[in-house]
T-cell receptor, first 116, second 111 residues
Framework: DGGITQSPKYLFRKEGQNVTLSCEQN?????MYWYRQDPGQGLRLIYY???????QKGDIAEGYSVSREKKESFPLTVTSAQKNPTAFYLC???????????????FGDGTRLSIL | QKEVEQDPGPLSVPEGAIVSLNCTYS??????FMWYRQYSRKGPELLMY????GNKEDGRFTAQVDKSSKYISLFIRDSQPSDSATYLC???????????FGTGTRLTIIP
């Protein structure tokens, strides 16, 4: 089945620890995105990537890092600099860049990160 | 003021009723409009995707866009308990892949 796979489903972080959230897609989509979802705040964009080896900061990139070494993979690292990391993290992908940049985004089932 | 406003609810309606969900926005550059459904502990699922003004129907769902009023709606006919979820509106400007989301409306259909 084509889709977006996020792992793990639940993750716990200790103080001072970096953790990495995995996102893999087999939809052959060019663009990938990371969002953070908090109660009452909707989805906020952390980072996005339109092409391999290139990515841009979203609205709340501080304390996060990403890489895009392969088209199908876009891992997100939550660093110790992110002081309030407890949230539901969602990865998305879309087919379009450039002239096709308004293609709809499709989401994975998220990773819930909590602080120990 | 947020770019996209959405009533958070919660909204409870009896099974079989028509549901109306709405978003208003302030950015006149928005031309692409989406509705997503999100079940608890799951990712958002794309329901409707429309461009510019007008109506689009898909089964029991109808999306309506009024660009002159900067107002979009999602109607659900013959609502079912399985429609109980949070509904998110999202929109983007032409040539911009970044989506701006509403905060979501939590809907419960009462059997």
């Amino acid at each position: 089945d084509g889709g977006i796979t996020q792992s793990p489903k639940y993750l716990f972080r200790k103080e001072g620890q970096n953790v990495t959230l995995s996102c893999e897609q087999n939809l052959n989509h060019d663009a990938m995105y990371w969002y953070r979802q908090d109660p009452g705040q909707g989805l906020r964009l952390i980072y996005y990537s339109q092409i391999v080896n290139d990515f841009q900061k979203g609205d709340i990139a501080e304390g996060y890092s990403v890489s895009r070494e392969k088209k199908e993979s876009f891992p997100l690292t939550v660093t110790s600099a992110q002081k309030n990391p407890t949230a539901f993290y969602l990865c998305a992908s879309s087919a379009g860049t450039g002239r096709l940049s308004n293609q709809p985004q499709h989401f994975g089932d998220g990773t819930r990160l909590s602080i120990l | 003021q947020k770019e996209v406003e959405q009533d958070p609810g919660p909204l409870s309606v009896p099974e079989g009723a028509i549901v109306s969900l709405n978003c208003t926005y302030s950015n006149s550059a928005f031309q692409y409009f989406m509705w997503y459904r999100q079940y608890s502990r799951k990712g958002p699922e794309l329901l409707m995707y429309t461009y510019s003004s007008g109506n689009k129907e898909d089964g029991r769902f109808t999306a309506q866009v009024d660009k002159s009023s900067k107002y979009i709606s999602l109607f659900i006919r013959d609502s079912q308990p399985s429609d109980s979820a949070t509904y998110l509106c999202a929109m983007s400007a032409f040539g911009n892949e970044k989506l701006t989301f509403g905060t979501g409306t939590r809907l419960t259909i009462i059997p």
